[in-house]
């Protein structure tokens, strides 16, 4: 038997996506075995996340907990007429390697999934309404993964919002993107082409 401590780190790194026990006792024994200031980082740096950062009310981007809205909000150099809708607040940063678009983001925390429970109503949508009417946007840029869900997704958004506004441009990113690639592990030239060559709904 493993010495408790060892097995409750184990089980710990057990609980990442993608980290399987094997990976995670590798990693746990890793830690033992290595300086100790190096697991005093990690611990310190995990203790500080849920305190030092939140989510834009605005975008729901990720921002540091002393902000009140995101940089991709309230920069005056931001072209708050348009919007790129994407599921999760890492797949903004993909796009803003493409230094492409200037418009604004709204994260909508996920995308349509019955088969995990996840329903609109769980999504950030109304919030994507309201700003839409209160920026006097022109244009939504829909952006989210080439997935059934993402497309499910995808469709319910391009009903809704040309149901109450009539006069918005809806488009969705160009069938540049591989289906069942999330938007995060895209590489730059293929979200260039696929946002250069996005289409009207």
Same mark, same amino acid.
């Given at each position: 038997m493993l010495p408790k401590a060892l097995t409750d780190v184990i089980d710990a790194l057990g609980h990442l996506p993608g980290v399987g026990a094997r990976t995670a006792e590798r990693y746990a024994y890793f830690l033992f075995r290595s300086n100790?200031? =190096? +697991? &005093?980082? =990690?611990? $310190? #740096?995990l203790k500080n996340l849920h305190k030092n950062v939140k989510s834009c009310p605005k975008t729901f981007a990720l921002i540091d907990a002393d902000r009140s809205v995101s940089e991709f909000y309230d920069d005056p150099a931001r072209d708050k007429? +348009? =919007?790129?809708?994407? $599921?999760?607040p890492l797949d903004i940063y993909s796009i803003e390697s493409t230094k492409q678009y200037? !418009? #604004?983001?709204?994260?909508? !925390?996920g995308a349509i999934s019955p088969i995990d429970g996840i329903t609109p109503d769980q999504l950030h949508i109304k919030e994507l309404v309201a700003r839409v +009417? &209160? &920026?006097?946007? $022109?244009e939504v840029i829909i952006a989210t993964n080439p997935s059934v869900e993402g497309e499910s997704t995808a469709l319910l958004l391009q009903k809704l919002l040309a149901e109450k506004f009539p006069n918005l441009k809806i488009t969705r990113l160009a069938r540049g993107l591989p289906l069942g690639v999330d938007l995060s592990y895209a590489d730059q030239i293929t979200l260039s082409a696929a946002l250069s060559n996005r289409t009207t709904l």
């Open positions: 100790p200031r =190096i +697991s &005093d980082a =990690i611990s $310190e #740096t007429s +348009s =919007i790129l809708v994407v $599921e999760e200037t !418009g #604004t983001y709204h994260v909508l !925390g +009417s &209160d &920026d006097n946007v $022109e």
